[in-house]
């Protein structure tokens, strides 16, 4: 895949190590040009020094991260921004889809973390990992949000850059399209299962009826690439593939 676009550059990040003992991989985004660095999700608590790694390796010092999208609230896209904040003296901005900020900020609780769902997590763990478990979900962080965006708004920082509200995997969950690359940053919108291109997984989707419902705003744009934070990357000709899940979901 080359990078055609000379001003704005961007690297899928790798975050193998779950705290939680899986084998998965994670996929965060970063963004950078003239105007800094954004970091796409941050991944679970106790990942920062792989995080920092995995930045510096794409050839962008940690420090240079200025702002930080979540493409929505849940805890292995958003558990590690504490320590993420703490490295960077609290001074990276935080956006997010306007629905989602009472959830990150604290105002409200977290749709899937709910104490019932939290210890269903926990009990279905190794039993040697429960109580590391259990430690980390006690610490769930909130945060401040600085700024929230609507479906459809142009990042304010990076040159073509689209965001696409696709709720349902949460109320707030948001797409990133980067118009000049034909790429599709897709949370958890979209992931890779055997190397097929495949939607929201329903037992960790809040509202599956609109998520299917969000697949139908993708077939709108261009995509040629998605990286997904599940899966990786897939592509080239990833429209093909969108529509045909569109197609599946209707039928």
């Known amino acids: 895949m080359k990078n055609t676009d000379t001003t704005l550059n961007f690297k899928m990040l790798t975050l193998e190590h779950n705290p939680f003992g899986a084998s998965a991989a994670i996929y965060p985004t970063l963004l950078w040009d003239d105007n800094g660095a954004t970091l796409v999700d941050v991944g679970y608590p106790g990942q920062l020094k792989e995080l920092t790694t995995a930045v510096e390796q794409a050839g962008v010092w940690l420090k240079q991260i200025r702002r930080i999208v979540f ?20 001074e990276a901005e935080i956006y997010t889809h306007a629905n989602e900020r009472d959830y990150i900020e604290g105002v409200v609780p977290y749709i899937k973390m709910t104490p019932q769902r939290i210890e269903a997590r926990i009990q279905s763990l190794p039993e040697n990992i ?19 965006f ?6 304010p920082f990076h040159d073509g850059v689209q965001v696409i509200h696709t709720p349902g995997h949460t ?3 948001i797409c990133l399209y980067l118009r000049n690359h034909r790429m599709l940053i897709a949370g958890d919108q979209l992931r890779i299962q055997d190397e097929i291109l495949v939607g929201p997984a329903p037992e960790h989707t809040a509202d599956m009826r609109s998520a299917l419902e969000s697949l139908r705003k ?3 744009y261009d995509i040629d690439y998605v990286i997904c934070y599940h899966g990786g990357l897939y592509g080239p000709q990833a429209s093909v593939r969108i529509a045909q899940l569109v197609a599946e979901a209707a039928s």
Do not use: C, M
């Open 218 to 220: 993708l077939q709108d």
């Open 150 to 155: 609507q479906d459809k708004d142009v990042l």
């Open 171 to 173: 109320p707030g969950h």
């Open 71 to 90: 493409t929505h609230q849940d805890w292995d896209h958003i558990g590690n921004v504490s320590d993420l904040q703490d490295a960077l003296g609290n």
């Open 130 to 148: 429960r109580e590391q478990a259990a430690a980390l979900f006690a610490n769930i962080p909130t945060v401040h949000v600085h700024k929230t």
